[in-house]
């Protein structure tokens, strides 16, 4: 493919051995839909293999590339050079995390949190079917669209990265858990609603201590809005300690009998490409 022009990328390497970051500058030659990830890639391959990123899928769904391209949170996957309309691109690792290396933050903070704000369904009223299940909870679309939103985080990172009182409060639980908690709030087959989960409301770390910026929404590669999300869930626990919320509604359970036969108008299945 013909080359469109030249990009410099300008990357701030740090190395744990020096301890001290510095940028590093390499001509990447661009042609047409290329990724900053691919530039990344040509750099290690021409220029320095030592320069040291994270990526996994390629395809904006695991959210290992996510970094800081000229001041802006990004999948380095998805992000073409050329539609940043810049012939200098400045590439930094994320904000509010430790580096590892180079391009590479320490993401154990965002999932030590994630799991604080107990990010499953909670079930009390059937236990035996719960840990041993026959069937499913029942939820009409309707219900599910209450959450839907907030079920498309890919743990980037990208969002405490952005959030300003994370930068300046290390305890603050931030966006992406938070915005887990009230997805499994107002999750219908949850019972644990925010009791189980009453870390969300500590003063100190809490949703509360929630300056409401917006940067984790802008910077959010995948349109979850965690900046509405933890309004909402600000809301409901108001609501609830105030004793003006309804009460929860649960979800039904429908028991499935997997030994029964498929009914005769079922789909069958396609036919095997390898035997055995």
């Known amino acids: 493919m013909e080359k469109v022009k030249d990009v ?4 701030l390497r740090y190395s744990p051995e020096t301890g001290s970051p510095r940028w590093a500058e390499y001509k990447v030659p661009v042609v047409k839909g290329m990724t900053v990830l691919e530039g990344l890639f040509y750099i290690k391959e021409n220029h320095d293999p030592t320069l040291v990123f994270r990526a996994s899928c390629r395809m904006g769904v695991c959210g290992s590339c996510a970094m800081k391209v000229n ?3 990004i999948l380095a996957c ?3 050079i050329l539609k940043l309309n810049s012939d200098v691109l400045n590439v930094e690792p994320l904000n509010n995390y430790r580096v590892i290396r180079d391009l590479v933050p320490d993401l154990t903070p965002l999932f030590q949190k994630h799991a604080t704000v107990k990010p499953y369904i909670i079930r009390y009223s059937d236990p035996e079917e719960f840990n041993d299940p026959t069937g499913e909870y029942l939820q009409s679309p309707k219900e599910l669209e209450e959450f839907l939103q907030f079920t498309y ?3 980037c990172g990208a969002c405490l990265s952005a959030c300003p009182v994370v930068s300046g409060n290390e305890d603050f639980l931030g966006p992406q858990a938070l ?3 009230y997805r499994y709030a107002v999750d219908t087959r949850d019972e644990g609603y925010i009791v ?10 809490g949703v509360f201590r929630c300056h409401f910026v ?5 910077a959010c590669p995948k349109g979850v809005d965690p900046g509405m999300a933890l309004q909402l869930l600000k809301k409901e626990i108001f609501l609830y300690t105030f004793g003006l919320k309804r009460e929860k509604k649960k979800a ?3 028991r499935i009998d997997f030994n029964a036969p498929p009914p005769p108008d079922a789909p069958k299945p396609p036919p095997r490409t390898v035997e055995g």
């Open 8 to 11: 410099v990328f300008r990357v």
């Open 71 to 73: 001041g802006k949170h």
């Open 78 to 80: 998805q992000t073409q």
């Open 153 to 155: 985080c890919i743990k």
């Open 179 to 181: 915005t887990q908690a």
């Open 196 to 205: 189980d989960r009453e870390v969300v409301s500590d003063i100190v770390s």
């Open 214 to 218: 917006g940067a984790c929404s802008e």
């Open 252 to 254: 039904g359970f429908h």
